[in-house]
């Protein structure tokens, strides 16, 4: 009996119905298609994945699949290596061409994806990926690449429509453990909400009014939480295209008299592209230091000193707070990310390679493309960017001035008033009992001196950038990813 054809459209990271050429194509070939997602074991054991992303997915998949309920149309998902999927697949139908979006992913999802496209020339099947967000594929240097994503911004947005072709019906062996499904199925009120319908949500209340403030409260790490766009989780799992959020706040802007804000808006989606476009020419951000001559600069292992910046135990009020914020809603603003960064590799001069993972697993908002190109500039591993040491006393003086979002998720410092809030370890005995706070009982004492270690940071990492493998691996780098015209304009 001969098999059906079909055609396949292979959801990743574009869990939406809309601004979606993959669904598109599949939808005009004139062939039933199947949309297939799949929770991959060896992924879901790798060091950069954790729970939340799993359940962000999950209900990101089953905001689909109810804004699909009208035309009778589902994503099927399946529990399975992707080449133990695909190879079953074929074997149940002629699968003619395979729909999706390319993966600026990492060295794990770019290792399966090498698997799988063997299988398909195997078998004559077509994989036709699509450009993801300007980001391109094959570059060797930045020219042009500005005028190319602006182009990529202009072209229309793909409205989906869904009808003509049918779907095909699969029983496939690849379910999902009910003890996972359990587990993902209860989504943290503490998270934001997963899906293509409150992506929409948050980028209308964005332009509507919350976003007046979004330049001036943006290093802010309470008031940013309101003030700035809070898309990175849809952005990142794809619930919607930075085009769709490009296009929607310049059409928003021409009834705005103050622009300002939404223009600085607009430049964070071009750095957004621009940073995973550095990962897609370098995958080997994720786990080597993108210069190599600072593989030889010899860092600390303190694994205590390791745990209690993971815990949110450091003893440094703002860093704690930061850490224990991650660990509760899986978002916290930029600076402060570059802030827990710094104070890893700089304080406590500890491999970034330490820390890597773990805020992986802690944003919400993961992004490989992004997480490891700014993880390593903000360690000073780079070679090419101003090393940038934060000062969380400072950090904290200037940014969380009344204490409100330190004494939020470090409530044991909430009778310590502002003035010393910050730096609790300069309390006076009198103080101490005053307050009715003990450093060492009640709050940790901090495990390093602020001044100290970024001294010795700064010295350490400014003097390694003498050494001839870095000054050659500088112009490596600065040939292949700065951009040859600064003032590129769309």
């Known amino acids: ?35 297939l ?43 399975g290596d992707a080449e133990a999927v695909m190879r079953r697949l074929l074997q149940d139908f002629e699968v003619r061409t395979v729909y999706g979006y390319r993966e600026s992913g990492t060295q794990a999802t770019w290792n399966r994806d090498k698997a799988v496209k063997k299988l398909f020339d195997q078998e004559g099947v077509l994989w036709q990926e699509c450009q993801r967000d300007g980001i391109l594929r094959g570059a060797r240097n930045r020219a042009g690449w500005d005028k190319a994503w602006y182009a990529a911004m202009h072209q229309p947005i793909v409205h989906n429509t869904f009808g003509t072709a049918s779907a095909p019906d699969w029983s496939h062996p690849f379910l999902l453990p009910e003890a996972l499904e359990a587990s993902w199925s209860v989504y943290p009120d503490a998270f934001q909400p997963a899906g293509e319908s ?20 943006i290093s802010k790490p309470l008031e940013s939480r309101t003030s700035c766009s809070r898309l990175s989780p849809y952005l990142a799992w794809g619930n919607i295209s930075v085009r769709q959020a490009y296009r929607t706040t310049l059409d928003a802007m021409k009834a705005m008299p103050h622009k300002g804000p939404y223009q600085n808006f607009l430049t964070r989606l071009r750095w957004h592209c621009h940073f995973i476009q550095k990962f897609e020419m370098e995958c080997s951000y994720e786990h080597t230091c993108i210069n190599r001559g600072y593989e030889l600069l010899p860092y600390r292992s303190d694994e205590a000193a390791l745990e209690a910046w993971k815990t949110g135990r450091t003893g440094i009020p703002l860093v704690d707070a930061c850490m224990r914020c991650l660990h509760a809603t899986g978002w916290i603003n930029f600076r402060m990310r570059a802030m827990l960064v710094s104070f890893l ?7 970034w390679r330490a820390g890597v993972y773990h805020l992986a697993q802690l944003f919400l908002d993961y992004e490989p ?61 009198l103080e101490q009992q005053l307050y009715q706070f003990q450093p060492g009982l009640d709050y940790p004492h901090p495990i390093v001196n602020i001044a100290d270690g970024a001294r010795e940071a700064r010295d350490k990492i400014w003097s390694h950038r003498k050494s001839e493998l870095v000054k050659q691996e500088n112009r490596r780098i600065l040939a292949a990813h700065v951009r040859p015209k600064q003032n590129e304009t769309p």
Not at 11 to 24: A, E, F, N, S
Not at 345 to 351: A, S
Request: include cysteine; charged fraction near 15%.
């Open 345 to 351: 590799t700089h304080h406590l001069f500890q491999d």
């Open 369 to 429: 493309g992004i997480h490891y190109p700014q993880f390593q500039m903000q360690a000073g591993t780079t070679g090419v960017n101003t090393v940038r040491i934060y000062n969380p006393v400072k950090n904290a003086l200037q940014h969380d001035p009344s204490g409100a979002f330190t004494r939020k998720w470090a409530p044991e410092l909430h009778r310590i008033p502002d003035a010393l809030l910050h730096e609790p370890w300069k309390l006076s005995a």
């Open 1 to 35: 009996m001969a098999k059906q054809q079909i055609n396949l459209v292979w959801l990743k990271r574009d869990l939406r119905t809309q601004d979606h050429l993959p669904l598109h194509l599949a939808e005009t070939a004139g062939l039933p298609y199947l949309m």
């Open 198 to 217: 409150y992506a929409w949500r948050y980028l209308h209340s964005f332009l509507s009014g919350r976003g007046i403030h979004y330049s001036k409260h």
């Open 37 to 79: 997602f799949l929770f991959e074991p060896a992924l879901l054991q790798a060091p950069d994945t954790a729970l939340r992303h799993l359940q962000f997915q999950y209900h990101s998949i089953a905001d689909m699949n109810r804004r699909f309920a009208p035309v009778g149309r589902k994503v099927t998902t399946c529990y």
